[in-house]
């Protein structure tokens, strides 16, 4: 299905959500060919100039805006997607705090991204798409963070 333009810049921010999610599920592994210290480096920038801004669009300007005009909302999914939000939050805290996460609890939250970005990409900006009036999701989408990775 082809992305509506406003949702762009958020589909972009999920690559680069992909990108960490890769390097966070192959670390300690055979295909891993970064050192644990690029690693937590690159997650803990990711998470200060981009992955936080990127929960921040979402739960502050696209998830109410879908809330506005959908009748029957999925509520389900919606918790689903703020719940995650809040593992991952917790999660990423928790790494930074202790900057001595094992591979296992870095592979962890790897997998859990990228699950949360396949989850968003597949469940939610579908039902948004549908509900939210094309010019209304153009609007939102200056409101969102520009993506230090890929400039969106």
Known sequence: MKRHE???????HHHHALVVSKDLKEIGTEKGNKTYKVILRELIDFWEKD??????????VLIPLYLRFENE?????IK?????????????????????????????????????VRLEERELFPVIEKAVPDNYLYQASGNFHKDSYSGY
Do not use: T
């Open 6 to 12: 406003g949702l762009i810049p958020l589909s972009h």
């Open 73 to 77: 909302p999925n509520i389900d999914l």
């Open 80 to 116: 689903k997607v703020l719940y995650q939000h809040a593992e991952i939050r917790g999660m990423i805290a928790a790494i930074r705090n202790n900057q001595q996460a094992d591979f296992e609890q870095l592979n962890l939250l790897g997998y859990l991204l990228e699950e949360h």
């Open 51 to 60: 992955g936080n801004e990127h929960f921040r669009d979402e739960e502050e």
